[in-house]
């Protein structure tokens, strides 16, 4: 029963390094989701998938990229780490858009930008 | 998407009702009312969601009023592991943001012994 699995649960980067966070669910689900919560802040979704080969920006893209070649998986990769991205990030799924079709998530990474 | 008001705290003893409510007047008739938590260090967690009757699922009951202006998420017999911060969310059926969740401030529910 393992929904939404993320990894790495936690990362140090210098800054200007790179890393691909992994996100998978096992759901079935067309929708996948991306977001980074702050510290004392709500969530602000950073890109999402309709579904496989598609993907759309959110409210705070800039400095990430993804794709989506699977349904299952929908990683997330920051190309030239800074520490504004120090945070930590939540993926998501859902079976549609359509409001009556929840979000699950996942327990998310944590990410440190030294 | 409307916006929604939480009381910032609320303490509950454990093993007794725990009684979470959300005001959001602005509600239009086509948006669903969803509740999720966050325990500290983990992904939110989905709850329950409604749109006009009242639900009740595994986890809790979900009462809206009938104008739909406000809800109230009840935890039957709260433990110390409910302690979290409860969101209120209303989402429209569907969204220009394909499904974006806005989380606000959320209730911070501490249950104690």
């Known amino acids: 029963n393992a929904g939404v699995t993320q990894t790495p649960k936690f990362r140090i980067l210098k800054i200007g390094q790179s890393m691909t966070l992994q996100c998978t669910q096992d759901m079935n689900h067309n929708y996948m989701y991306w977001y980074r919560q702050d510290p004392g802040m709500g969530l602000k979704l950073i890109y999402y998938?309709?579904?496989?080969?598609?993907?759309d920006k959110g409210e705070v893209p800039n400095g990430y990229n993804v794709s989506r070649s699977t349904t299952e998986d929908f990683p997330l990769r920051l190309e030239l780490a800074a520490p504004s991205q120090t945070s930590v990030y939540f993926c998501?799924?859902?079976?549609?858009?359509?409001?009556?079709?929840?979000?699950?998530f996942g327990d998310g990474t944590r990410l440190s930008i030294l | 998407d409307a916006k929604t008001t939480q009381p910032p705290s609320m303490d509950c003893a454990e093993g007794r009702a725990a009684n979470l409510p959300c005001n959001h007047s602005?509600?239009?008739?086509?948006?669903?009312v969803y509740w999720y938590r966050q325990i500290h260090s983990q992904g939110p967690q989905y709850i329950i969601h409604g749109l006009k009757n009242n639900e009740t699922n595994e986890m809790a009951s979900l009462i809206i009023t009938e104008d739909r202006k406000s809800s109230t998420l009840i935890l039957p017999h709260a433990t110390l592991r409910d302690t979290a911060v409860y969101y209120c969310?209303?989402?429209?059926?569907?969204?220009?943001?394909?499904?974006?969740?806005?989380f606000g401030q959320g209730t911070t529910l501490q249950v104690k012994p």
């Open positions: 998938s309709v579904g496989a080969g598609i993907t």
């Open positions: 969310i209303v989402r429209p059926l569907y969204s220009s943001n394909t499904g974006k969740l806005i």
């Open positions: 602005t509600i239009s008739g086509n948006e669903y």
């Open positions: 998501a799924s859902s079976y549609g858009e359509n409001s009556n079709q929840p979000q699950h």
